[in-house]
């Protein structure tokens, strides 16, 4: 199946506008790790593709880990002595270090202080920060602002809560052919942050409503959760099925205007690695490709290595380095509908690779075949050949059922559309078949206390 082909017959600036409508819809929500902001971008999430939402109770530990109390917010405020809300929770919920305890005081300037936070080299923007596993409470703001605040006395109030509840994720799981899975993971937890958690919740919700309606080989399983705990709790209690995950990607920070970079899972050389090397190679030469590294994203979890999962992650700009990343100005204006459907197109490429990369076998590999007579190869010599016929070559020259169709297409240079195209038309003429599965050892390396949960293939 040619997930590519189905969906280059949707205009793509249609669907760079839909991504950023939903975008749009969900930026408005004050999310966390828990609470009703990420239970309300589930339910909005479960409206287009099939959810399966899961409370996990605080408390509950997980691996090294417990899952938090449950934090909820109403309203926020700081208000100067003439009553007039000068920091106001309704108008942007960036204002509130997320996490906050209940407050209610009035205090001076010098005890306000230190529980303001602003960004002194980008003084008109509000910072986003939280306070997870500390309990602090604490508001955000323009650095303009904080120093024009004169001396006075400031109530301030947080009206949130703390306490016993839920951790809150939600799943989509469709079933393919195969049930060794593919996973993609996307954090849901951030509150008006558009590049940072919105442009990967929403790629990955069209991408997923875009395979519900497909024959697949593989299964897919979708994660939206909450970042770091809500992947923890996810492996934590799929701890014993966790071997089915064949691929996997993180996506995040994919609506932004720079090039792609993909990073590589712990494995270094799996064939998510391979794969969304070479289609970033072909469609977008800009992309650069990193190695490993044990910070960033939920990649960290998924390959920490008692699992080692074969689980890289696209981003365009890398978090932490961009000026707007953590801020006010990672706002709706800052992803672009273009982007958006550019990163749905690359992940529908990727996934395209990974449900077409066979191993095919040579039927007839003493010397070359006589493709002329099969009318497989131009009826007059010319000076070169093209595409078509050079990737036919290579198709036949070294599938030996060993090496995948991507490895063919790595070696000669040509895309992997034209490698898988050229493998078809010479199955169907008989001069290639498809070598079994499994022959040559894949195998999943994640073991956990010492147990294997080695796999092999089931398709
Ligand atoms: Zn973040």
Redesign the pocket.
Known sequence: MRLLNELDRKDSTDVGRELHRFAAELYPICRSITGDGIRRTLAMIQERIPLQISEVPSGTPVFDWTVPQEWNIRDAYIKDSSGKRIVDFRQCNLHVLNYSTPVRATMPLRELRPHLFTLPDYPDWIP?RTSYYEANWGFCMANNQMLALRDDDYEVCIESTLENGHLTYGECYLPGHSTDEVLISC?AC?PS?AN??LSGVTVATALAEFLSKRDLRYSYRFLFIP?TIGAITWLARNQETVGRVRHGLVL?GIGDASAFHYKKSRRGNAEIDQAMTHVLQHANPSSQILEFSPYGYDERQYCSPGFNLPVGCLMRSI?GTFPE??TSADNLDFIKPAQLAESLRTCAAVLDVLENNRRYRNLNPYCEPQLGKRDLYRSTGGKAIGVEISARLWVLSLCDGERSLLDVAQRSGLPFSAINDAAELLRENGLLSVAPEGATGRTCEATNNGRSLVRQSHS
């Open positions: 986003y954090h951030h942050l940072d958690n970042g995040t978090w990343y953590h």
